[in-house]
């Protein structure tokens, strides 16, 4: 062989070389360009705002995956409403200090602090984050405008915060939010199949979910049974059309209550009604499913039910209510003192602050009600334990909780909305 065809192989061998590392480069940048297509639209669009402190600073600033305590400005780097209608709107939300986002798991929430106009003080809201912890670049939320009950008394205001979001909170205004917290989250370690069930705007935990078993390609088999009143109503219509056509694992069922002319059966939903166990006991085989349920009150307690009568244990149904019901109970005041007919262990609650003095019995059922049916004011959103919105100093006492709080919290403090006395109480409040 010649020395100038060895010099013409080696040039061949170069470019061969060269080319092939050209086509792996563009097939990851297309894998990329697809996968970000999946999230909207690029991220690169965002432009960071020059990086800021936060409030206060995160525990540790090099470890990704740890949470920062208290509050953390970020920017709303994008709004897209998600329905027809155009009252579920989605917020992307970048960190105003450009550090890392730390991770969370599926089906955790933000609670954000709120500048509304109508009240002294923040309001304090929690919203479930709806994208998958893959997406590393921004959280994501996605909050449902809420209008004033249609039975309420004529004047009654609609929805602050979620008011606030779709009409004050622009692209690139800046919000605070504490990190993300919750105990409804996917286990992220099962195999077994995972039947995640929504109603409404109930979806966005359960988002965040199954883009986590897409993102992660499990192999785990998935029902989404997902109930909304009409096409106008169906959250992220384009991205569940597209799970169901290219993820074998994931059979979807929509059903509509109020189908209207315009709604297409079998294209848009499957079933006219409400999603019921009935439902889903013909479509489901075996028993050895994960149930996840976050949706309105009446739905989830009808479905929970039927579940557990259906042979369905405890443990493998996990839900979130975004809102328990407010109480009803009406107790007078008398003094200071509720006016009941006392029972043998009744106790003594002492609000500090004011000076009142409360007696609790078991007529009452939680601390937030004694206070509201007294007339004195304690923040809260969740009414059910989950977002700490309502934690309280217990400076004196021991309390006892009608179910197990989500939100975990320190010794010498209490989540009035679900806590009932163990002994005279002395709250700071
Ligand atoms: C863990 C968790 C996750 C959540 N995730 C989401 C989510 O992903 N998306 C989402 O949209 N929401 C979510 N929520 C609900 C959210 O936190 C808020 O509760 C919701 O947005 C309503 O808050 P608001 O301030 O707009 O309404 P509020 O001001 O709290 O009012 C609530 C309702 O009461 C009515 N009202 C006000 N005053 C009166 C009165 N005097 N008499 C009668 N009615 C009255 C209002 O008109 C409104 O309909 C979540 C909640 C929790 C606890
Ligand atoms: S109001 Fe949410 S924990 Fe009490």
């Known amino acids: 062989m010649t020395t100038s065809t060895i010099a013409e192989i080696g040039g061949l061998m170069i470019i061969a070389a060269v080319t092939l590392q050209l086509l792996m480069g563009l097939r990851a940048m297309r894998a990329r360009a697809s996968e970000r297509g999946r999230h909207g ?8 705002e020059p990086a800021g402190r936060p409030e206060t600073a995160t525990t540790s600033n090099s470890v990704e995956t740890v949470l920062w305590m208290g ?19 989605s917020y992307y939300l970048v960190p105003l200090d450009e550090r890392a986002l730390p991770g969370f798991r599926p089906g955790q929430f933000l609670t954000f602090e709120l500048p509304v106009h109508e009240q002294e003080h923040p309001a304090m809201r929690c919203y479930s984050l709806s994208e998958s912890p893959t997406v590393d670049e921004y959280y994501r939320i996605s909050v449902k405008r809420l209008p004033a009950p249609a039975n309420a008394p004529e004047n009654t205001p609609p929805g602050l915060s ?17 990190a993300p917290t919750g105990q409804f989250c996917l286990d992220q370690g099962s195999n077994r199949p995972v039947v995640l069930i929504a109603g409404g705007v ?16 499990s192999e785990r088999e998935i029902w989404l049974f997902y109930g909304v009143r009409n096409r106008s109503d169906h959250i992220m219509y384009d991205h569940l059309k597209r799970v169901r056509k290219e993820c074998p694992n994931v059979n979807m069922y929509i059903s509509y209550s109020q189908p209207t002319p315009n709604c297409r059966p079998r294209v848009d939903y499957n079933v006219h009604g409400h999603i019921t166990v009935d439902l889903i006991q013909s479509v489901l085989g075996g028993d050895q499913y994960e149930f996840y349920l976050c949706g309105p009150a009446a739905m989830m307690n009808s479905i929970r039910s039927g579940l557990t009568e259906w042979g369905v244990p405890a443990d493998d149904i996990r839900s979130e209510a975004f809102q328990a019901p407010a109480p009803s109970k009406q107790t007078s005041v008398a003094d200071g003192t509720i006016e ?12 500090s602050r004011s000076g009142r003095i409360l007696r609790w019995n078991k007529g009452v059922d939680t601390l937030l009600e004694l206070a509201e049916s007294n007339g ?19 400076t004196q006492g021991t309390v ?16 009035p909305c679900i806590a009932r006395p163990k002994s005279d109480l002395v709250l700071d409040l």
């Not at 639209?41 to 960071?48: L, P």
């Not at 009941?340 to 609000?351: I, M, N, S």
């Open 41 to 48: 639209s690029a991220i690169t669009e965002f432009s960071v």
């Open 71 to 89: 509050k953390r400005k970020f920017r709303i780097a994008r709004r897209m409403y998600e329905n027809e209608s155009q009252d579920i709107c």
């Open 400 to 415: 006892d909780y009608v179910h197990p709080p989500s939100k975990e919290h320190e010794d010498g403090s209490c989540l």
């Open 340 to 351: 009941t007919d006392e029972e043998p262990g009744a106790f003594e609650v002492k609000f």
């Open 162 to 178: 979620s008011g606030f979001f779709h009409d004050v909170a622009l692209e690139g205004d800046i919000v605070e939010t504490f």
């Open 202 to 217: 109930g979806l966005t935990p359960l988002l965040s979910m199954l883009n986590w078993l897409i993102d992660t390609r």
């Open 376 to 394: 004195i004011k304690m923040p809260c959103s969740c009414r059910s334990g989950n977002c700490g919105t309502c934690l309280t100093r217990l």
